[in-house]
């Protein structure tokens, strides 16, 4: 049974231990919190032994196997780079990083402790739904294209609109539409048609100067791909992958409820299966089993690693074009 620490008590961090707990591979058993009430609290719920509100002590003095860092996005660098420090597996909420700087930072890191790995946790990816989307395009004789759509009103922005600036719209902790629900749909993008060579983003700003909605173009050699991301909004638009005659639907981009082939001969079957309650089930069973036999599953986390470097370069260039910066650093930079 392999033994997880966590950072961050709000409700994903409660859903991945619920989905850690049901695959049968893990026990929480070590809580960081900036208040140790909260830790303990969290602790007693979950069954976890130790608690910490200070993060070196919670590095030193865990016994656990791997970290699950669910933070606001800037400070996953942060906390990331530390736990390899102390040798500790890791796995990070999507965004992994805030900017590609990061990103190279975290594998020159890993390549100094590599007995560690590096995991983020982009759930979509290890679900039956996403990878049934992948067979289909590969079956598809020609792609012309995709509108993918993800925009949820986030009861964060009332926060906003009464004049405060909660973390996830906030360009301190890396926030906005496109760090949040966009990485979705550019896991979608990156996963099923690799990079782009162009890319453009048009975003609404908000008044604490983030993205509240916006829309990605995405081209490639031969056809643009369209995401349209808001969490100031709600969309009930579902999302598509233009084939020649035939199309590929999906209720949703992000979470791939139902999915839906539509053939040349407009015959539409569907192509998903029902997705498991616990959405983070797949991934918490798939980063227990790369774990507990790193060399069997060598090219998977390979893979995984690479998409994520792809997609955080893409979230990173998509960014730049929208001219949204998150420090100083990140302005008049090409885009790499
Ligand atoms: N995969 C998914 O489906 C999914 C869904 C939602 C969110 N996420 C990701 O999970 C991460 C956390 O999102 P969230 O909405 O839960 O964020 P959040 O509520 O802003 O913060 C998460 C936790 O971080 C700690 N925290 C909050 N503000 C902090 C600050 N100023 N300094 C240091 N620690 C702070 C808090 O824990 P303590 O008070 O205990 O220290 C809090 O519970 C993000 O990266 C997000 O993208 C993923």
Redesign the pocket.
């Known amino acids: 049974m392999l033994k997880l620490g966590i950072?961050?008590?709000?409700?994903?961090?409660q859903?991945f231990i619920d989905a850690a707990h049901e695959s049968g591979e893990w026990q929480l058993t070590t809580v960081?919190?900036?208040?140790l009430a909260?830790?303990r609290e969290?602790a007693t719920l979950n069954h976890a032994t130790e608690t910490f509100d200070d993060l070196d002590q919670f590095y030193s003095q865990g016994s656990f196997d791997a970290v699950y860092i669910?933070?606001?996005?800037s400070?996953?660098f942060e906390q990331a780079k530390l736990a390899l420090a102390h040798e500790k597996h890791v796995i990070v909420?999507?965004?992994a990083v805030a900017n590609q700087a990061e990103f190279e930072q975290l594998d020159e890191c890993l390549r100094q402790h590599p007995d560690c790995l590096l995991f983020e946790?982009a759930?979509q990816i290890h679900e039956v739904n996403f990878k049934r989307i992948q067979a289909q395009l590969a079956k598809m004789p020609r792609i012309q294209g995709a509108t993918l759509t993800y925009m949820k009103y986030s009861s964060r922005y009332d926060a906003v609109l009464a004049g405060e600036e909660?973390?996830?719209f906030s360009l301190k902790?890396a926030g906005g539409a496109l760090?949040?629900l966009g990485?979705y749909l550019a896991y979608d993008a990156v996963g099923w048609f690799g990079m782009p060579d162009e890319v453009a983003y048009y975003p609404t700003l908000i008044r604490t100067k983030v993205d509240g909605k916006g829309v990605a173009v995405l081209r490639y050699p031969s056809f643009t791909v369209t995401l349209n991301v808001g969490k100031t909004s709600n969309s009930f638009l579902p999302s598509e992958i233009n084939g020649l005659r035939d199309t590929i639907v999906m209720d949703n981009a992000a979470e791939l409820g139902q999915v839906s082939y539509h053939d040349d001969q407009g015959t539409v079957q569907s192509i998903g299966v029902k997705p498991d309650k616990n959405?983070?089930l797949a991934e918490a069973r798939d980063f227990a089993a790369v774990i507990n036999d790193p060399a069997g599953h060598r090219s998977e986390y390979q893979s995984w690693r690479q998409l994520s470097r792809n997609v955080n370069k893409l979230l990173f260039n998509l960014r730049q074009s929208g001219h949204i910066y998150f420090n100083d650093a990140e302005r008049n930079q090409p885009d790499k």
């Open positions: 950072i961050g008590t709000n409700w994903i961090t859903q960081y919190s900036r208040h909260r830790a969290f669910a933070s606001p996005n400070l996953h909420e999507k965004p946790a759930r909660p973390n996830i902790f760090q949040d990485v959405p983070m």
